[in-house]
């Protein structure tokens, strides 16, 4: 159900997709910044050559913003009216056929397709505890930490709020009796940072395309996204909640698609 294009090499993402947009025609790149700057960057013709206004081009709030406007633009450009029958390319996570992980970060699990799942050496509390809650609670019929690194094609596309795209694997995948979840938890105070903000548009949105498909293509669940912070997680935890139900309150609900993700004053 996963789909990506994307090359890797070992951990680090091959040469010719650490900069995403770079295998665009250089020349129509470089045609269309330059009528950009001539005709609309400050809403009015401009010569970069009278009076070495060329020097404008050189404040970094300039250059910022004219990278804004066309990785995003670039983004855009990629939304496609669709007709006709739709091909779907399953994806499945046995493709990995093993997972290499520290044994001191890692633990047994009964209902992955790996025996062992891991979390973070540093920081992980948050991920372990969600492995040990979904062993658990008998609602979670199976689940899986998503490799970064490995699962290549669990990847989604989002653009930062610095106006780049940039790629977001969720913390896990976890299935239960009545949806597929794409689960990402996070320290309270980064749920409302602007990149996780801006992450859970784009994966909510890809989630609302899933379930356009006929059911028979999803395995007849519904798909959703859900972030959970570390307070709420917690708190139903101690309180003797199930995971289940957790995931089904924190989905994020009734996004308006990768458009969305566009909030970038643009304009200033």
Known sequence: MFTSRTPFVGRKVADQWAKPYTQVSSAALAAAIDDY?????FRE?????????WRLLMLQPVVDH??????????????????????VCHRRLSEVTKLTMRESSSMEVTKCIYPRL???????????????WALRDTGVASFCKVSENRHDFARLRYVKDNGLPAFYSPDFLVRTSDAIYLA??????????????RKRKAASA???????????LRDGLPWHYTLIGESIFHDWRQKGARLGELLAFSRVRGTVGRQAQGGLDLES
């Open 66 to 87: 004219i990278v804004k406007v066309f990785a995003l633009a670039l983004v855009n450009a990629e939304d496609r009216a669709i007709s006709g029958e739709i091909e």
């Open 37 to 41: 700057i001539h005709e609309r960057l």
């Open 206 to 216: 890809w989630c609302e395309r899933v379930n356009e498909l006929p059911s028979e």
């Open 184 to 197: 990402e938890t996070k320290a309270q105070d980064q749920t409302s940072h602007p990149n996780v903000l």
């Open 45 to 53: 013709a401009f010569e970069p050559f009278e009076d070495e206004r």
């Open 118 to 132: 891991q979390y973070p050496s540093r920081s992980g509390g948050l991920e372990r505890a969600f492995i040990e």
